[in-house]
C-alpha cells in the first residue's frame, strides 16, 4: 500500500458521506507547526499499523467522523482513529465544507452544482437482433429447427473508475477537470469508491499529497496454505502424490493427477483479483535461484485452476499432471522413498489495481510441500458396483474419503467364463421385460451410474478414481456370450446395448412377435462386459463382468433396517437376535409368512473388517423364521457395526438387510485423585519418595488414579473384564515404567542427565489404555510433572547493612532459607548473633542430596540511582568467600554520598538439579534464591 505523509503542517478535518466525498475547510494556520508534529507522527503509527492488518487481509469495513478526526473500522473487529493535530494559533475561518456527489445524470457535483465532469461513462446502444431461424418440420420426436444466429452486441459504454482527485492552482480537480472549488491548506478527501476508501490531505502548500488507499474488501492474497489429501502411510508429512497405475513390467499405462488443494488467507479475496501461475518445484538438496513468476516449472500442468466454481470459501481446488518432469523417488507413498525428494509450491499472482505498483507483493509462494509419484498396481484397479453417496458436488461417489465394505454392493465378476457366471452368489441388476424394453421410451438402466473404477492403497482399503487423480477414465459396456444352463440359449439375444459408454441398455423386442412384450426374456441372466481405459488407450486397465436377470415383476428391493444392542460382559454372545419389521416385509412382497421363508433364502454378505465379527455366523434361524442372528465375541471393540445380507428368491424382489450393531462397553471410569494433580486434571504432580535411604524421583501411578469397574453382570453372571496399562509416549528418554502385575505401577526417571531433565523442566506425556476383556478399547493421555522435593531457597530477611568504613564482615548463611515441598526447613540460621535458633536438618538434606555446602558469588552492586558500581579493582573493594559466605566490605579512599546494594547468587546443588542444563552461573533450575541482597550504609 502506497502512502506519503507530508511532514509540513496541516490539519486533519475529516468527514465523509455515503453519497461519495466530502471536502471540508479548515482554519488557516501560519505558525505552530512543532505542536503538530506530535499528531502527525502518532497518526503515521496508525496508519502504519493499518497497513500491516491490510497485508495480514482485514478490510475497512466502514469510516466514521468523531469529533476528533475519522475513525476507521476493520473486518477483524478492531478500529483505529486519526486524530486532528493539535490546535495552533487562531486564524481566520476557512470556507464551509463542500459536499462532493454523483447527482442522478452520472455527473459529479460540488455543494449540488454540476461540474459539467461525468463520473461514469455512457452505455452503447444495443444491436439489432438477428431474424430468428425457420421451425422444422412436425414429425414423431422430430428435432428442432436450427436457431437464428444472434445480432451483433451494442457497443461497450466507458467503464467507471476512481476518480483522480488533484490541486492545481489552489484549485480541486476532478479527473484533470477544474471544479471551481478553492482547495484550503489542511483539508482532507476522503473518497468512497467499491474496493477502497482513498485519503488524500492538502499540505500547507496547497499540495495534495498522494492518496492512502484503504481497502474495503480483499484485493490481493497475503498468504496460501497447503490442504494435505494424501497423508502417507510411513510418513507424518502431507505429500502432494501424482498417481500413476503401472502394469506387471514397471510401464506406466494411465497418468493420473494430483488433486490439490489450497487456502487462499484471506479467504474473502475475490477470484478476480488473483492468477494461479502454476507449482514451483525443487529437489530437497538444492537451492531455487528463481523468483517470481521464472519459479513456475512447465513441466507440471494444471486444470481447473482457473475455474471460479472451483474457489469457494476460500480453498481452490483443481488437479496437477506431471508433463515430462523427472521424479527423484520411485514411489513417494512407499516404505523406501528417496532423500532427494522433490518440494513443490504453489504461485499465485496477485493482478488486483492494490498490488499493481508493488512488484513485492505482487507473487505469493505457498510452503514448499514433499512430493512425488504414487505407483498403484494395475492388479489392485477394479471395478465395482456402488452406494451412491449424499454429495451432489461428488457425483458416482460414496460418502466418506475412501469406500467401504458397506458402499459396495455385491462384487462384479473377474471373469466371463460359463462356470463363473453360472456359479456367481447373486444378481448385480434386475430388468423388467416390460417397463425396461424398447416399448417403454424412457425404459432401461445406464449402468455407469452404479458402476464406477476403484483402486486399492494402503493394503486393503478402496479409494475412487473419480475422487483422486483418475476422473477421466472412460468404461466401455459390451454383451458377453453366455448360454443359459436351462435351455442353453445364448442370452445376448435377449438384451440391448444402446450406449456403449454409458452402459444404457434395455430387453430386446420379441423378433416372433413385433411389438409385443418378450415374454421369453423372463428368469434369463444376460452377461455385460466392463472395460476400464485410460485416456486414449486402446487396452483396457481393468476388465469386469455383470450378471443380469430379466423379471416378469418389476418391484424394487425391499431394505430391511435392523437393530442390535449388547454390552459386553466375560462371555461370547451366540445367537443374538436383530431387532426389525419383519410384517413389512411381508406386507411388500404380499406374501404370508409360512411363503415368503419356503420361497426366500437368506444369505450373509459382508461383516466390517477387523471387527472380529464372523460373516458365517450372520444366519437366519430355521427354528424361528423371523429371527436374524449374529455372533458377538467378547473381545469385539465396543462401537456401532453394520452388517448386511440379503433375502432373494426367482421372481420376487430382494430384500436388503442391513443390522446395525450397538456393542457398548460395560460402566466405567478411570477417575483422577485431585490431591495429585494440578487445577486442570491434567498433570500428574510428582515429588519423589525415599527407597532405601535414597530419594528416588518416582512415584505410583495409581496413587493418582481409581478405576471403577463395571458392576453390570449380564447373561453370564461375570462383568467384562477391564484393565488399564499405562505407557510412555514414543520419543521420551530417560523416564520409564515399571510395572508389577497385580501389585504396582510406577513411573520413575533415571539418575542421569536424560532423567533430570523432566525435572521441573517439561512435562511427561503417559498414555492409559483402556482394555476391555484383553482388547483395546480406549486411550487417554495426561502429563506428568517431576518436581524437586528440595524448593528454591527464600532470602530471609533482605537486605541486611553494613556501614562504609567499618570492618566489619557479614555471613550470607544468615540470609537464606531452605525448605522441602512438605513446608519441612531444612536450613534457616534464624540468630546469627548466637545461634540458638538455627536449623540445619542435615539428616534431610542428606536424604535429598542437597548437603554439599552452598556457593556464593557476587551478581553486582549498583547505588540508589541505578549506576553499576565497579568493587572489584578500585577504591571501594568486595571480598567474598564462595565457600563460607563471608562478605567484607572495603572502602580505601573513596566517599560515598548514598547507598549501594551488593547482590550475591547462591546456589545449592542436590541429587536431581546438578546445573547441567544452565550457564556456570544460571539463574533458573538450581536449588537457589531470586537474589541475596546487603545495603552498604554511608557515614552519617
Request: one cysteine or more; charged letters at 20%.
Amino acid at each position: 500500500m502506497k502512502k506519503t505523509f507530508p511532514k509540513t503542517l496541516f490539519k486533519w478535518c475529516a468527514a465523509f458521506t455515503l453519497a461519495g466525498v466530502i471536502f471540508a475547510g479548515c482554519k488557516k494556520y501560519d505558525d505552530d507547526i512543532d505542536r503538530l508534529q506530535e499528531s502527525i507522527d502518532q497518526n503515521e503509527s496508525t496508519l502504519s499499523a493499518l497497513d500491516q492488518l491490510v497485508k495480514s487481509g482485514a478490510v475497512v469495513t466502514s469510516v466514521s467522523q468523531t469529533d476528533n478526526g475519522v475513525t476507521l473500522s476493520l473486518s477483524n473487529g478492531q478500529t483505529y482513529t486519526i486524530s486532528n493535530g493539535a490546535d495552533g494559533s487562531d486564524g481566520a475561518d476557512g470556507s464551509e465544507g463542500s459536499v462532493v456527489a454523483i447527482d442522478g445524470d452520472g455527473e459529479w457535483t460540488i455543494d449540488g452544482v454540476k461540474t459539467g465532469v461525468m463520473a461514469e461513462g455512457q452505455d452503447g446502444e444495443d444491436g439489432e437482433d438477428g431474424e430468428d431461424g425457420q421451425d422444422g418440420e412436425d414429425g414423431p420426436q422430430g428435432p428442432q429447427g436450427p436457431k437464428g444466429d444472434d445480432g451483433q452486441d451494442g457497443a461497450d459504454g466507458q467503464d467507471g473508475h476512481s476518480p483522480v482527485i488533484t490541486i492545481q492552482n489552489n484549485e480541486w480537480y476532478i479527473d484533470g477537470q477544474a471544479t471551481g472549488v478553492q482547495a484550503y491548506p489542511g483539508n482532507i478527501a476522503v473518497v468512497e469508491n467499491p474496493d477502497f476508501y482513498e485519503v488524500v490531505f492538502t499540505s500547507s502548500a496547497g499540495v495534495a499529497t498522494d492518496a492512502v488507499r484503504l481497502p474495503r474488501v480483499s484485493l490481493f492474497v497475503s498468504g496460501l496454505s497447503f490442504v494435505p489429501k494424501n497423508v502417507s502411510a510411513f510418513q507424518e508429512n502431507p505429500v502432494i502424490a501424482f498417481p500413476q497405475i503401472v502394469n506387471g513390467g514397471g510401464t506406466i499405462i494411465y497418468q493420473g493427477a494430483a488433486p490439490l488443494t489450497f487456502k487462499f488467507n484471506p479467504s474473502s479475496v475475490g477470484f478476480e483479483y488473483f492468477k494461479v501461475l502454476g507449482l514451483a518445484t525443487k529437489k530437497a538438496d538444492r537451492v531455487v535461484l528463481k523468483a517470481g513468476a521464472d519459479m513456475v516449472d512447465d513441466k507440471i500442468v494444471l486444470a481447473g485452476h482457473d475455474i471460479p466454481a472451483n474457489y469457494q470459501g476460500g480453498e481452490l481446488k483443481f488437479n496437477a499432471w506431471p508433463n515430462g518432469y523427472v521424479f527423484s523417488n520411485a514411489d513417494i507413498l512407499g516404505p523406501d522413498p528417496s532423500e532427494n525428494i522433490d518440494m513443490m509450491a504453489l504461485v499465485v499472482e496477485n493482478t488486483g489495481k492494490y498490488t499493481e505498483n508493488d512488484a513485492a507483493e505482487k507473487i505469493v509462494v505457498s510452503q514448499y510441500i514433499q512430493a512425488g509419484r504414487e505407483e498403484i498396481a494395475q492388479s489392485d484397479v477394479t471395478i465395482e458396483k456402488f452406494k451412491k453417496g449424499t454429495d451432489v458436488n461428488r457425483p458416482y461417489l460414496p460418502d466418506g474419503t475412501s469406500s467401504q465394505t458397506a458402499d459396495l454392493n455385491m462384487p462384479l465378476l473377474t471373469s466371463g467364463g460359463q462356470a463363473d457366471i453360472t456359479n456367481a452368489p447373486d444378481i448385480h441388476f434386475r430388468l423388467h421385460y416390460v417397463d425396461d424394453s424398447y416399448l417403454n421410451t424412457s425404459g432401461g438402466y445406464s449402468l455407469a451410474d452404479s458402476v464406477r473404477g476403484f483402486f486399492e492403497r494402503f493394503g486393503s482399503t478402496l479409494y475412487s478414481m473419480d475422487d483422486n487423480g483418475f476422473d477421466n477414465y472412460t468404461l466401455k459396456f459390451s454383451e458377453v456370450l453366455y448360454n443359459q444352463p436351462q435351455g442353453n440359449e445364448d442370452t445376448r439375444q435377449y438384451i440391448e446395448i444402446l450406449d456403449a459408454a454409458t452402459g444404457k441398455i434395455r430387453v430386446a423386442e420379441d423378433p416372433n412377435n413385433q411389438g409385443a412384450p418378450n415374454a421369453a426374456a423372463i428368469g434369463k441372466n444376460p452377461v455385460v462386459r466392463v472395460d476400464l481405459f485410460a485416456p486414449g488407450a486402446n487396452s483396457p486397465v481393468v476388465t469386469r463382468y455383470i450378471k443380469l436377470e430379466i423379471s416378469d415383476t418389476y418391484r424394487p428391493p425391499i431394505e430391511l433396517p435392523a437393530n442390535l444392542e449388547v454390552i459386553l460382559t466375560s462371555c461370547d454372545y451366540t445367537g443374538e437376535g436383530f431387532t426389525y419389521d419383519m410384517d413389512n416385509v411381508y406386507n411388500k412382497t404380499g406374501l404370508s409368512k409360512d411363503a415368503f421363508h419356503n420361497l426366500y433364502t437368506f444369505a450373509g454378505i459382508s461383516v466390517p473388517p477387523g471387527s472380529g465379527l464372523d460373516l458365517t455366523s450372520l444366519v437366519s434361524d430355521p427354528n424361528d423364521e423371523n429371527m436374524i442372528e449374529i455372533d458377538i465375541p467378547k473381545t469385539t471393540k465396543p462401537g456401532i457395526y453394520v452388517v448386511t445380507g440379503k433375502f432373494t428368491a426367482p421372481g420376487y424382489p430382494d430384500v436388503n438387510f442391513s443390522g446395525s450393531i450397538n456393542v457398548q462397553a460395560p460402566n466405567h471410569a478411570l477417575n483422577r485423585n485431585s490431591s495429585w494433580w494440578n487445577a486442570e486434571l491434567t498433570t500428574m504432580q510428582i515429588h519423589g519418595r525415599e527407597n532405601g535411604g535414597a530419594w528416588e524421583m518416582a512415584g505410583r501411578l495409581w496413587d493418582g488414579f481409581q478405576l471403577k469397574r463395571a458392576a453390570y453382570a449380564g447373561t453370564c453372571g461375570t462383568p467384562a473384564v477391564i484393565d488399564v496399562k499405562f505407557v510412555i509416549a514414543p520419543n521420551q528418554t530417560g523416564v520409564q515404567i515399571i510395572e508389577t502385575p497385580g501389585v504396582d505401577t510406577v513411573i520413575a526417571l533415571d539418575n542421569s542427565a536424560d532423567g533430570r531433565k523432566w525435572v521441573d523442566r517439561n512435562h511427561v506425556v503417559v498414555y492409559a489404555q483402556i482394555f476391555i476383556n484383553g482388547t483395546l478399547y480406549e486411550t487417554e493421555s495426561f502429563n506428568v510433572q517431576f518436581q524437586n522435593p528440595v524448593l528454591p531457597i527464600v532470602e530471609r530477611n533482605p537486605n541486611h547493612h553494613l556501614e562504609d568504613k567499618k570492618p566489619v564482615t557479614y555471613d550470607l548463611h544468615h540470609s537464606i532459607q531452605m525448605k522441602d515441598y512438605t513446608g519441612v526447613t531444612l536450613f534457616d540460621l534464624r540468630n546469627f548473633a548466637n545461634g540458638g535458633d538455627d536449623i540445619d536438618n542435615i539428616g534431610l538434606r542428606t536424604l535429598y542430596g542437597a548437603n554439599s555446602g552452598f556457593s556464593f558469588a557476587l551478581v553486582e552492586a549498583r547505588n540508589n540511582n541505578g549506576d553499576v558500581i565497579d568493587v572489584t579493582t578500585g577504591d571501594l573493594r568486595v571480598i567474598l568467600d564462595p565457600v563460607t559466605g563471608i562478605v567484607e566490605w572495603q572502602n580505601t579512599g573513596a566517599d560515598i554520598q548514598q547507598e549501594i546494594t551488593l547482590t550475591f547468587k547462591v546456589i545449592q546443588h542436590n541429587t536431581w538439579n546438578q546445573g547441567e542444563f544452565s550457564g556456570s552461573m544460571p539463574t533458573a533450575h538450581f536449588v537457589e534464591p531470586e537474589f541475596v541482597k546487603l545495603k552498604v550504609l554511608p557515614l552519617p
